[in-house]
């Protein structure tokens, strides 16, 4: 939804307008005449294609292989959106799922305080 409000009336005033309605009156600039039928043959000289509809068709075709969707099915026990309801599932997962990545150590007391006396720890 929007947030402008478009029951106030549009105070923003365009000054090239009023500057053009004001020569218009005192005489200093012609109306411009408009023909909509002129117009609209312009435009439709510019949508006309010298292609037929299978060189368009041609042109736009994909320059690579578009390959098929292949169908996939999903099985209660597959699915991840759906709760077997089991904990064991979840503890089994749980503990699939390591707080300290792999190829690291846990620091211990006996770590630190080896650090403390070499010095500076990381040195």
Known sequence: ????????????????AEELK???DQG???VPELNVEDDYEA???YSES???????ESVVAPQFEVSAASEVTIT????LSESSGDSAAYLDMAKQVSRVPSGTTA???????????????GA
Do not use: H, R, W, Y
């Open 1 to 16: 939804m929007s947030d402008i409000d478009t029951t106030l009336p549009n105070t923003a005033q365009n000054f090239d």
């Open 22 to 24: 004001g020569a218009i």
């Open 28 to 30: 200093e600039l012609q």
């Open 43 to 45: 435009a439709q000289k």
């Open 50 to 56: 010298g292609l037929t509809s299978e060189e368009a």
């Open 76 to 79: 209660p026990e597959t699915s």
């Open 107 to 121: 620091v211990t007391d006996e770590l630190v305080a080896k650090a403390l006396e070499k010095g500076e720890a």
